[in-house]
């Protein structure tokens, strides 16, 4: 059964801004985000359902052994600014039988912030084990 896990992080990049960057063929997340995401793009498709990319991880991800993976787009709101990915290949695949992220880009507290909603749908291969 996958297990839910949310959180959200507010950036200093205007929500707009944020939406479209992580619709780029080529995104700039890697700048954004550097400890996380060392580089973002399309690798098939046009950036709606079905698109397939490909992600490297960045520094923060590395003591959990994960450095890459294909995400595959399976829901895409550009009123609400919201995206589905499912991960179809790589190192999360060796942690989880699953794993399903719904990213959601609002408004920010502040001018030229946004807020990023994140919820994770994951299902764990060995449960004793500590997940990142």
Known sequence: MATPISTSIELKVPANKLWEELRAPKSALP????????SSEIIEGEGDVGTIKLVKFGPALLPYQ??????????????????????????????FKSYEATITIVEGSQRNTSTVNLTVYREALDPDVALP
Request: aromatic fraction near 6%.
């Open 31 to 38: 700048k954004l985000i550097p400890d996380f995401i060392e």
């Open 66 to 95: 994960i450095t890459f993976s294909k995400e595959k787009i399976v829901a895409v709101d550009d009123d609400r600014k919201t995206i589905k990915v499912c991960v179809i290949e790589g190192d999360m695949l060796n942690l």
